[in-house]
Nanobody, 119 residues
Framework: QLQLVESGGGLVQYGGSLRLSCAAS????????IGWYRQAPGKGRVEISC????????NYADSVKGRFTISRDNAKNTVYLQMNSLKPEDTAVYYC????????????WGQGTQVTVSS
């Protein structure tokens, strides 16, 4: 069964850190870009970061640039999102998605993991 499973979310205080994981099963991540998205309460889902197939190209939304770092370990079939200096406005459900490249659409999505940042 093809799936992506996010983990690592939770409750953290303002200024804290979390590392999210996106683990793939049923297929090899090597051949895909992976995007991280988030959906805050009452808002639409937005892309916040993407990493290319090889990992040599990354991009970030302005809202997280300098605070979040995306990385991948193809040997573990996993992509990570290191989130530092968290703010209450980072509170959202975080999703990862499989993409043909960082300009494409996701064709496989995880179930999401909740991140809550308290002030």
């Amino acid at each position: 069964q093809l799936q992506l499973v996010e983990s690592g979310g939770g409750l953290v205080q303002y200024g804290g850190s979390l590392r999210l994981s996106c683990a793939a099963s049923g297929f090899t991540l090597d051949y895909y870009a992976i995007g991280w998205y988030r959906q805050a309460p009452g808002k639409g889902r937005v892309e916040i970061s993407c990493i290319s197939m090889s990992g040599d190209s990354t991009n970030y939304a302005d809202s997280v640039k300098g605070r979040f770092t995306i990385s991948r370990d193809n040997a573990k079939n996993t992509v990570y999102l290191q989130m530092n200096s968290l703010k209450p406005e980072d509170t959202a459900v975080y999703y990862c998605a499989r993409l043909p490249n960082c300009y494409g659409r996701g064709d496989l999505w995880g179930q999401g993991t909740q991140v809550t940042v308290s002030s």
